[in-house]
């Protein structure tokens, strides 16, 4: 685990924890799947309650038969920077992601494999020392802000969804969440919000609605949809 330390304020660097995984897929223990996975992406704004509904349909049907990948896990490393500039990097933007690494993921879990999925650390905004391994299921489920926007990612879903909910209840779930659990200060979530949420939302995340197939309002508080969305997971789990 990541030995937590008090960060100065002269912007010195640290040194990357050695990992204790590896990223590479199991491809070699896999077993050819009968059928190929059913893909589902659900996306949206920062706390719009995508989290929510993709968690959700996770603990209704199992390990056994869902599998849940968070793009969040595919912060791309930043282990040769200051904690003031990691601090200070725009999370909601593309570059943030590691793009090539969650496609080779879905391409290992899609032939039967599993893979080790990065645990990412928002303490220190880097990934930590650990891992978790991600089976191969009939249902991947695929969330995160901008899942609908990586033109690779996005061919490879079944069913895309968009969850659509406005922005002051986002902002108000966002200063909630980030300083009962994540113990910053508001004014350093509106400031960030404000810089790098609010325009990245304008400009990736909003535009990405349109290559939906499905759009929720609300997200986790829309519970019609959220049967109809189980409804149809279990129907797939339960195919032959």
């Known amino acids: 685990m990541i030995t937590r330390t008090a960060w100065p304020s002269d912007g010195v660097f640290y040194k990357h924890p050695p990992l204790s995984c590896s990223f590479v897929s199991t491809a070699s223990e896999a077993e050819p799947p009968a059928k190929r996975p059913y893909l589902i992406g659900v996306s949206g704004g920062s706390n719009s309650g995508k989290t929510t509904i993709a968690t959700r349909l996770a603990e209704l049907m199992g390990d056994e038969h869902l599998s849940l990948i968070k793009l969040d896990s595919y912060y791309v490393e930043r282990p040769n920077e200051a904690m003031e500039v990691r601090a200070a990097a725009n999370y909601d933007h593309p570059d943030a992601f590691d793009w090539d690494l969650m496609n080779d993921h879905l391409a290992a879990l899609s032939a039967g494999a599993s893979v080790q999925v990065p645990v990412y650390d928002y303490a220190i905004h880097d990934r930590s020392d650990q891992c978790e391994t991600v089976r191969a299921a009939k ?22 969804i968009f969850v659509d909910t406005p922005p002051d209840l986002r902002i108000i779930r966002r200063l909630r969440r980030d300083v009962a659990e994540r113990g910053r200060t508001p004014e350093s979530i509106l400031d960030q919000y404000l810089t790098t949420v609010r325009p990245s939302h304008e400009l990736f995340i909003e535009p990405s609605k349109r290559y939906a197939d499905v759009i929720v309002p609300e997200g986790g508080l829309n519970r019609p949809a959220l049967e109809v969305l189980l409804a149809r997971v279990r129907e797939l789990a339960n195919a032959s």
């Not at 926007?149 to 490879?156: D, V």
């Open 139 to 160: 249902v991947i489920v695929v969330e995160g802000i901008l899942v609908l926007w990586e033109p690779r990612l996005r061919e490879r879903f079944d069913l895309k």
